[in-house]
Structures are given as structure tokens and as C-alpha cells.
């Protein structure tokens, strides 16, 4: 199982793009997300990669960071999702987007990839929603990664960007509401709600805004 990978862009294609490590390329599906924020050719770039094998193909699929290749995990474990369906959701929503749908229960935020019907952005909230406070909570840097299998790393390479402050404040906040005895499922709604609302909002201040919407109505 590739885990990681590391190396120079070679090529950049609208769906992919092939990664040089030591004269070995690698061809890596990624969301339009994704690979908008990937550098150019030329350049180094470090991805968590997902094998996918099946009896008739063998397919890498890179991500920035470690929530994003956890809900590509989750969601095309759902019936009727691949991983074409989930990278379209992913690049429609990124990882975080992802999260809030899912604990909203949001399909509507979720039919809006392409190729994704309203039958199939139901199953995935249903399914997946006590999965949300997980991924919420998870890190992403490269630099946790420690006990991931990896490509051989070429010297000199950049790491890839760590997950956005927002990320590291859901996921505290997150962590906090559970701290104080709120049911994860309850918990990640309000905190994807007051995120938000709040999108550059500080750890203490999404506290308080999911409090408030978790406080008795009446």
C-alpha cells in the first residue's frame, strides 16, 4: 500500500498528474481542488495517496491533507460511490465542506457534484454522518505521517501545505463539546454550522457559537 508519496511534477493533466520519484513516474488522480493548489511542472510536491486495485486496474489517488484522503476513504465505501463520484465531491466541497454536509445533513451541498444524483447524496449523509466528528478531529500535515508507507523521498522537497487554521479550530472545538458531554453526531452539527457561518473564526469563539446553538431551545 502506497501511502505517501514524493517527488517533481513531470506533467499536469486535467484529471492527474505524473509524479517523478528518482526516475520512476507516478500517475496520481486528484479533485480539481486539488490539483489547483498543486504547484507546477517542474516543482516538488508530497501527497497521501490511496491504492486503488481492482482485477483490471491498479489507480493512485493524491491528497493534501489526511482529512481529505479519509472522507475519499468513507465516501467510496458507500453503495454507488467510486472514486470518480468521490473525487467530484470532494473537489466540489474540499475536505471541510465535506464535513460540514455530512453533520448537517446537508445532500443538497452534496448533489451539487457533478455526476452525484440526490439518491446517492442522501445514502452518503446517511451513512456517513457519525462518521463526521472523526475527520473533523483528524491533523493533516505531512509531518504526521510518520507511520505511513512511503515512495522514497527525493532530497530537498517541499512538504505539502498543513490543513487551514479552520480545520485545526473545528477539530479543538470539536474536541471541547465532547470534552463537556454533547454526543459527537450533535457536537460536529453545531460546530460544521457555526464554522460556517464563522469561517475564520478562532477555536474559543466557535465554542461559543455551537454552545448556543446546542443550548435548549424555549
Partial sequence: MIGKITGRIDHRAPDHVLIDVRGVGYLV???????????????????????????????????????????????????????????????????????????????????????VGPKIAQRVVLDLKDKAPGVMAMGGSLAQAQGTQEVEVIETVAPAPVAAPTSNAQADALSALGNLGYAPGDAAGAVAQAAGEMPDADTPALIRAALKLLAPKG
Avoid at 497521501?48 to 472522507?71: H, N, P, S
Fill in 29 to 115: 488522480y486528484c479533485s480539481e481542488r486539488t490539483l489547483a493548489a498543486l504547484p507546477g511542472v517542474g516543482e516538488a510536491v508530497a501527497l497521501y495517496t490511496d491504492l486503488l486495485v481492482r482485477e483490471d486496474v491498479m489507480q493512485l489517488f493524491g491528497f493534501q491533507t489526511l482529512a481529505e484522503k479519509e472522507w475519499h476513504r468513507l465516501l467510496t465505501s458507500v453503495q454507488g460511490v467510486g472514486a470518480k463520484a468521490s473525487l467530484a465531491i470532494l473537489g466540489t466541497l474540499g475536505p471541510d465542506g465535506v464535513s460540514r454536509a455530512i453533520a448537517l445533513g446537508d445532500w443538497n451541498a452534496v448533489k451539487a457534484a457533478k455526476g
